[in-house]
């Protein structure tokens, strides 16, 4: 099928991202600050004046500080009003993402769309300019990634991408527009594969495709490091990009030791692509010349830095054709209140976002299938179209139940989900497994105050034995 060309390059919001950002990294308090001020004036701006939801929302506000959080519900539910473009509408954008084949194809001609998972409930889709596209290049090559010898799209280098398919998901449509970008003899070499494929098939894949950066989930990539450590596996990896998921020092230990490169990781959301980039101590420095994370209480008021936050106000001072001024992320974050050992200027903040666990379940033949949570998750919301639910491996390992938000047609949403997790579960190998509507809700844990998606009977497996020593945590895969 013929397809359309990606949102075009635009040479001079490359130029400027990159430029301000290398002055930015130089000078974090001066440069950074200064270009923070600037942009967060211009975006308050351009909001008020063409975004017709947020010209109601700023009522009498004077600061970012005097409007009020919106949440993911409000703007989907105003979206026709919510950009600066009024091309931009929720119908016009549906049909394009309902084609599968146009992911990473220009909306509009100029657009770069893409739709949350519905992690947080409701999905969400978002619209990126190409002002936005070339900040998160520019903080991807010149913060995360860091190595000059990649280049700016990983020119000659082959990558392998594990995630979220079948859909435009932030991460598969960010790889496949640079891929089309980079369309030379010199292009990276790119081996996609969907996360819900069986372990042993995508380690098949895997070391035929032997590439030198494995992008993907921490979930994931503990996995396949459970195979390496066994020797199952032999990938020779030169670098190790997760996101999307929390990563423990443990882990990440694990990981470094197992697979024997460097881990980089970052923070982001579909929201706000590249929030935070992971320093060698294993911190977090918020990219805070393209983006305001407020911490806040449960009330709604500041927190101070070395307190964790109920929630978080996200303001992306990179995109003003889908403004986003304080909008409500409910990852656990916390500001270090000293300056970071790394020396990065940067300010340094820990999160807790994402940590569901991976399921293991008798397979026969003595055998044990891994389930991924992003697999099983994918599986409930396709087969379901519900993204409230919390999935729970009983004490016998064989009987999972599934517990849904209540709605009126949770009956037929059960029955679409545990169709799609014993079609999963088949493909896996997983026979013997029987699926159960639970009779409460999902149940918001009583240490995190977040609620997880899945869990596993006794915990997460043990990971394997770490072979050499690392650091420490992240999230946002590509
Ligand atoms: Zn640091």
């Not at 005097?66 to 016009?92: C, N, S, Y």
């Not at 989930?217 to 997760?242: F, I, K, N, V």
């Not at 849904?404 to 059960?414: H, P, R, T, W, Y």
């Not at 977040?450 to 497996?461: E, F, I, S």
Request: overall charge neutral; charged content about 20%.
């Amino acid at each position: 099928m013929p397809r359309h060309p990606p949102p075009p390059f635009d040479a001079w919001a490359c130029l400027q991202a990159f430029n301000e950002t290398a002055l930015a990294n130089l000078d974090p308090q001066g440069w950074g600050e200064c270009l923070r001020a600037q942009r967060l004036a211009a975006l308050m701006d351009v909001a008020q004046r063409k975004s017709p939801l947020y010209r109601r929302r700023w009522g009498r506000a004077r600061t970012l500080a005097d409007l009020e959080p919106v949440t993911r519900l409000e703007l989907m539910q105003g979206f026709d009003d919510w950009a600066t473009d009024r091309a931009i509408t929720l119908d016009a954008a549906s049909a394009f993402i309902a084609d599968e084949s146009a992911v990473g194809d220009a909306w509009l001609g100029r657009y770069l769309v893409w739709t949350s998972s519905g992690t947080s409930g409701e999905r969400g889709v978002f619209v990126q300019d190409a002002a936005s596209l070339a900040a998160y290049d520019a903080i991807d090559t010149l913060r995360l990634r860091g190595t000059a010898a990649m280049g700016l799209w990983g020119m000659g280098r082959s990558f392998a991408y594990v995630g979220a398919t079948g859909g435009h998901f932030a991460g598969i449509a960010t790889i496949e527009r640079l891929r089309r970008l980079a369309c030379t003899p010199w292009s990276p070499r790119l081996r996609v594969l969907p996360v819900t494929t069986p372990l042993p098939e995508l380690a098949e894949a895997l070391q035929a495709a032997s590439p030198q950066v494995l992008v993907t989930y921490p979930s994931c990539a503990l996995a396949l490091a459970a195979l390496q450590a066994a020797g199952d596996l032999h990938l020779r990896l030169d670098e190790l990009w997760l996101g999307g998921e929390q990563l423990s020092p443990a882990q990440r230990q694990t990981l470094g030791g197992c697979f024997a490169c460097p881990v980089r990781s970052n923070y982001g959301a579909s929201e706000c692509y590249a929030m935070a980039c992971e320093c060698r101590a294993g911190y977090l420095h918020l990219n805070h010349d393209w983006v305001i994370l407020e911490t806040l209480d449960a009330h709604g008021h500041p927190v101070p830095a070395g307190e964790v936050a109920h929630t978080v106000a996200l303001t992306n001072l990179a995109n003003r054709t889908q403004p986003l001024l304080r909008y409500v992320l409910t990852d656990s974050v916390r500001y270090l209140p000293e300056a970071c050992v790394c020396g990065n200027r940067f300010p340094a903040i820990e999160v807790q976002g994402r940590a569901d666990d991976t399921l293991t379940l008798p397979a026969g033949g003595g055998r044990r299938a891994v389930l991924l949570p992003l697999a099983l998750e994918t599986a409930i919301e396709e087969g379901s179209g519900v993204t409230q639910f919390q999935l729970v491996q009983r004490a016998d390992e064989t009987t999972l139940e599934l517990r849904l938000a209540s709605g009126a047609d949770a009956s037929a949403a059960f029955t679409g989900a545990a169709a799609a997790l014993v079609a999963l579960l088949r493909r896996h190998g997983v026979t013997g497994a029987h699926i159960v509507q639970g009779d409460l809700g999902p149940q918001v844990d009583a240490i995190s105050g977040k609620t997880r998606r899945v869990l596993a009977a006794a915990g997460p497996p043990p990971p394997p034995p770490a072979r050499a020593a690392a650091r420490r945590r992240p999230r946002s895969p590509a």
